[in-house]
C-alpha cells in the first residue's frame, strides 16, 4: 500500500532466502528432469540396439565410418581425389533423346511409324 501513495517499498527480511530457495528448488527440478529423460532415451537405445542386432541393420554413423575408410582406402596411391560417379540420366544427353523418340513412336500408329522411319 505504501508503494501505491509513492512511498517506499516494504522489504521482506526473509525474501532474499526465499528467492535462493526458489532457484535451488528449480535447478533440482531440472536436473531432474535431465536426467529423466537421460534415461529414457538410454532405454530407447536399447531397444533400437535389440533392432539392429536382429535384423543386421547399421547405424547411420557406422554406414558413414566405413564409406569414409572405403575411400580413404581406394584413394591411398592416388594423387588426385577420387571421382565421383555420374547419376544415370547426366552427361549424354543423345541417348535420352534417342529413348524419348522411340518411347513416343511406340505410341504411334502404324502409318506414321513408316513415315518417319523413312527418313
Given at each position: ?10 522489504k521482506?527480511p526473509d525474501?532474499?532466502?526465499?528467492e ?6 528449480l ?8 536426467a ?6 538410454a532405454?530407447?537405445e ?7 542386432d ?11 565410418a566405413e ?25 549424354n ?11 513416343v ?7 506414321l511409324?513408316?513415315?518417319f522411319?523413312?527418313?
Amino acid at each position: 500500500m505504501g508503494k501505491m501513495l509513492g512511498g517506499e517499498e516494504e522489504k521482506d527480511p526473509d525474501a532474499e532466502r526465499k528467492e535462493e530457495e526458489r532457484q535451488e528448488a528449480l535447478r533440482q527440478q531440472e536436473e531432474e528432469r535431465k536426467a529423466k529423460y537421460a534415461r529414457m532415451e538410454a532405454e530407447r537405445e536399447s531397444i533400437r540396439q535389440g533392432i539392429r542386432d536382429k535384423y543386421g541393420i547399421k547405424k547411420k554413423e557406422e554406414k558413414e565410418a566405413e564409406a569414409q575408410a572405403a575411400m580413404e582406402q581406394a584413394s591411398e596411391g592416388s594423387l588426385t581425389r577420387p571421382k565421383k560417379a555420374i547419376p544415370a540420366g547426366c552427361g549424354n544427353e543423345e541417348e535420352e533423346e534417342e529413348s524419348i523418340v522411340d518411347t513416343v513412336m511406340k505410341f504411334l500408329p502404324g502409318p506414321l511409324q513408316d513415315m518417319f522411319n523413312k527418313k
